[in-house]
């Protein structure tokens, strides 16, 4: 009927003739759905049952796994991909393990003796330890490890860094091994415990060490079997494996018979094959998709927070305009509002932050994490005493002709997403500050980062199991230079901080540390190197039918070993 | 198309297999044409005059319009700022404050949607503009060329005709960079090879058409035969053509910007929009559909009245 096609004309031309108006809506619950328990004065603690197992599983069945990127290399030493943390639990083994207090506890070293001057580390090791190829593992073994970490020829972004102040070492027996340091450096037997510090087969590293990248032999609970990249690997138990770290309560070797991992980049169909049962578990669960997951029945969501330095939604180039200027970079921080950036990122599920260590770090303390919040007016404030108070025709502020403008530059991530640069764009704005924004491939980001060549840069969290990762990020020494790399993008030289940060390396009492590390969590708040937006989290969900799953001491990721599939796994 | 089509048949003639575009192939769109053409019986509205008013040619010219309003004043049709982001309001279904919903950034969807119009129209007609453009003079030059150029030219089209569009466009991007100007570019160049193996083929047929022969006979000078009686005879089907081209680019061009060769943030623009929202598919569908919807219905109406145009440039419209 014709009258029809006149009516359906007018309705579409109404839609597109009249503007809608939008009043506020109310916020976004901020019903928190992290794992644990977050108390009243913002300190988070697990449940140590979520560490170790609590019930024997029943061995067989095959898990099927996805995850959003593919690692592109098994040679955890030339790594720095978060994936290697549960990655290498599945393959490797580490020296050591932390309990469900944080204190460093036994794995494929028995015990260990720290000199009194702090610089010589004597280590008692396991001697019933074998890789996948027959090797033992030894003192020999240990010390081909540490020399392939550190070998140039590794290229290694991050095991030889946290490593570095290690000279070199002796073995005493077949079993013992001392480990010599040029200095006292706290954070040793910590970093040790890291996956991408995990064990690989001294024969294999002898004579091939360019195939531990596709094909490595470790010591751990499964066996590679195949791998193909970009698309995914399959794991077969090894049947002799019965060193397990103590802390876990598993004994003898994986229920699992084998894993089968594949590379999934899209977050719908990591979703949806969950739901159909065509996997059983997802290591990278989409934000956007945890309230209907959560509401399944057939599913279960954990939400993890890594240890250290949270996401951050940019971090400032101190040596460049405007952020030159420590009001400027305050006044950006208290003018971004991380409640939001939280919702468009984690639906939820993200806990938004202002200070710079994650809240289950040790020696984290919630004291300042007030002093950066949301505070439009504090912002203006802080741009009307730098001198920022003209204003020209498009509402940004001006100074001496100048516009307070900056470029931001980032890579489409899951940590920063275009969605949370354009928000922070928004909101500087609204304090009359303009970010443009540049989004571009990985390559040409780490050239312009390596040549110093930012005003800011977006995203970016450092994940590590002490609070050792301030000295990482942002003590003087991590800066980048032509001749070393460093991740101290800020480019931040504070006399202060890194007094503190360098006493923390040299101390091991917990007093005095907790006293340093306060004041560093205070300084950092004061010298706004970066902007934090939310905990750095990590979010997994699986089938109701996959059983006995415990959680890494070190990294808060899943660790297979003790998981089991039950009866009425499909 | 009926035989009587001058293209159909100069290419007949010139012993050319069919054009493989610029009639979108896609069966769902041919469908939906379908419905646009049927003639509508017993229409009251038909009885005015002779014409007959199609509804869906109607809606189509009015859409159109619609469209050319939103390119030229995005701000007559809506108050609200497509930049304006308010992180807090992200994901909010449609509802009376916001009809079509809101983004992952909290801004309004249809203010979006009508500022995202300017760049979709600019990719279909600037892009259309160069591959015709360069299209004619590579056809006119092949046509009425030595039988050298033409093999020349034939070939390289031949060999561009090869790849698809879209991967042809995304060859440029690679080696030339990104930015709307490249795209623009891109998309047009990879319309070349349709256009100028068209206009080849019209040429050949116009060359030998007793009203060139007599023109050339009264010794008029070659470069005013081709410019006055080669070129307006054998371009007009293919201008009629070119406008189907236009729905074509549009949608080649919101491709490239779905994966993410577009404008950069925060600009409005419906591939970028789409590629978007894919993420949230299961729980914010808005974000996904009215991009969707709108291209649609664009690449619908240009076809839809570049087909009539084409029906009555053959003298049997309606």
């Known amino acids: 009927m014709p009258i029809n096609h006149w009516s359906r004309f007018g309705l579409l031309l109404g839609l597109l003739l009249v503007s809608a108006c939008s009043p506020d809506a109310p916020p976004p619950s901020s019903v928190q759905r992290v794992d644990g328990h977050l108390d009243a004065q913002g300190l988070l603690s697990y449940d140590p049952s979520d560490y170790h197992e609590t019930r024997q599983g029943t061995p067989g069945g095959t898990l099927r796994v996805s995850a959003a990127l593919d690692t592109g290399t098994f040679d955890v030493h030339s790594s720095y991909h978060g994936n290697v943390q549960w990655l290498a639990r599945i393959v490797y083994d580490c020296l050591l393990y932390q309990d469900e207090n944080g204190k460093i506890s036994p794995w494929l070293a028995k015990s260990w003796d720290v000199s009194p001057d702090g610089k010589t580390y004597t280590f008692h090791l396991r001697d019933d330890v074998t890789f996948s190829d027959g090797e033992k593992f030894n003192a020999e073994a240990l010390r081909v490890n540490l020399e392939h970490m550190r070998d140039p020829a590794t290229k290694s972004p991050l095991a030889a860094a946290y490593i570095a102040p290690y000279v070199d070492g002796r073995i005493i027996d077949d079993y013992t091994f001392e480990a010599h340091l040029r200095e006292p450096y706290s954070p040793f037997l910590y970093v040790l415990a890291q996956s991408w510090l995990s064990m690989v087969s001294p024969k294999q590293i002898r004579e091939a060490p360019k195939s531990i990248a596709e094909h490595p032999i470790g010591s751990g609970p499964f066996v590679l079997q195949s791998y193909t990249r970009e698309q995914g690997a399959t794991f077969t138990r090894r049947a002799d494996y019965h060193w397990a770290p103590p802390v876990t309560r598993h004994i003898g070797p994986a229920y699992l018979d084998r894993i089968e991992l594949s590379i999934v980049p899209e977050a719908m169909t990591r979703y949806s094959t969950l739901q159909s049962k065509r996997s059983d578990f997802t290591l990278d669960a989409p934000a956007q998709n945890t309230a209907a997951m959560r509401a399944s029945q057939n599913l279960v969501v954990r939400n993890r927070i890594r240890m250290a330095s949270p996401y951050r939604s940019l971090t400032f180039n101190t040596l460049r305009f405007p952020f030159d200027d420590v009001r400027v970079r305050k006044a950006v921080a208290q003018a971004i509002d991380r409640d939001g950036l939280a919702w468009i990122a984690g639906f939820g599920e993200f806990l938004p932050k202002s200070d710079y260590l994650a809240v289950n770090t040790p020696f984290y303390d919630p004291a300042y994490r007030d002093v950066l919040k949301y505070d439009v007016d504090a912002a203006n404030r802080q741009l009307d005493e730098a001198g920022w108070t003209a204003r020209d025709a498009e509402g940004y502020r001006v100074k001496n002709g100048r516009r307070l403008s900056a470029h931001l530059l980032g890579f489409e991530s899951p940590p920063f997403p275009s969605s949370v640069a354009v928000a922070v764009q928004a909101d500087a704005k609204k304090v009359g500050m303009q970010f443009i924004i540049e989004m571009m491939p990985l390559a040409q980001l780490t050239d312009r980062r390596t040549a110093g060549n930012y005003d800011a840069i977006g995203g970016g969290y450092w994940h590590t199991n002490t609070p050792d990762g301030l000295y990482i990020l942002y003590h003087s020494d991590s800066r980048a230079s032509p001749t070393k790399s460093g991740n101290n993008l800020s480019n931040l030289s504070d006399p202060r901080l890194d007094q503190l940060l360098s006493a923390a390396r040299r101390s091991h009492d917990p007093r005095e540390l907790q006293a340093l590390y306060s004041a560093a969590q205070q300084r950092l708040t004061e010298v706004v190197p970066a902007v934090p937006d939310f905990e750095s989290q990590v979010l997994i969900a699986y089938r109701t039918a996959v059983k006995g799953l415990i959680f890494d001491t070190v990294h808060n990721t899943p660790f297979f070993t003790s998981v089991w599939l039950d009866q009425e796994a499909p | ?318």
């Open chain 2, 1 to 318: 198309m009926k035989p009587t089509n001058p293209v159909a048949s100069g290419l007949a003639r010139a012993g050319l297999r069919s054009p493989p575009g610029p009639l979108p192939g896609n069966p769902a769109l041919r469908a939906m044409l379908g419905l646009l053409r049927r003639p509508t019986r017993a229409s009251p509205l038909a009885t005015r005059g002779d014409a007959t008013v199609r509804p869906g040619l109607a809606l189509a010219w009015l859409f159109l319009i619609a469209l050319l309003l939103a390119a030229i004043a995005p701000h007559w049709l809506t108050g609200v700022d497509p930049l304006a982001a308010a992180a807090r309001n992200a994901y909010l279904p449609p509802s009376s404050s916001h009809w079509l919903g809101t983004d992952e950034n909290g801004r309004d969807v249809l203010a979006r949607l009508i500022h995202g119009v300017r760049p979709s129209l600019l990719m279909g007609l600037v892009s259309t503009a160069i591959g015709l453009g360069v299209g004619i003079i590579l056809g006119l030059a092949a046509g009425l060329g030595p039988r050298l150029v033409d093999g020349a030219i034939m070939r390289l089209i031949d060999v561009l005709l090869a790849f698809p569009d879209l991967l042809l466009a995304l060859v440029i991007i690679t080696f030339w960079g990104q930015g709307l100007w490249i795209t623009l570019i891109a998309v047009g160049v990879a319309s070349i090879p349709r256009f100028a193996r068209m206009v080849r083929a019209q040429t050949l047929v116009v060359r030998d058409a007793p009203y060139v022969e007599a023109a050339t006979t009264l010794g008029r000078h070659r470069a005013a035969v081709v410019l006055r009686h080669v070129l307006p005879n054998a371009i007009k089907p293919i201008l009629i053509l070119a406008t189907i081209g236009i729905g074509h680019n549009i949608i080649t061009g919101a491709a490239l910007s779905f994966l993410g060769f577009g404008a950069s943030p925060p600009a409005p623009e419906w591939g970028s929009m789409l590629a978007m929202g894919r993420n949230y598919l299961a729980n914010a569908w808005w974000l996904v559909a009215w991009p969707s919807v709108a291209i649609i219905l664009t690449v619908v109406s240009i076809t839809a009245i570049g087909r009539d145009w084409l029906a009555r440039s053959e003298g049997k419209s309606r």
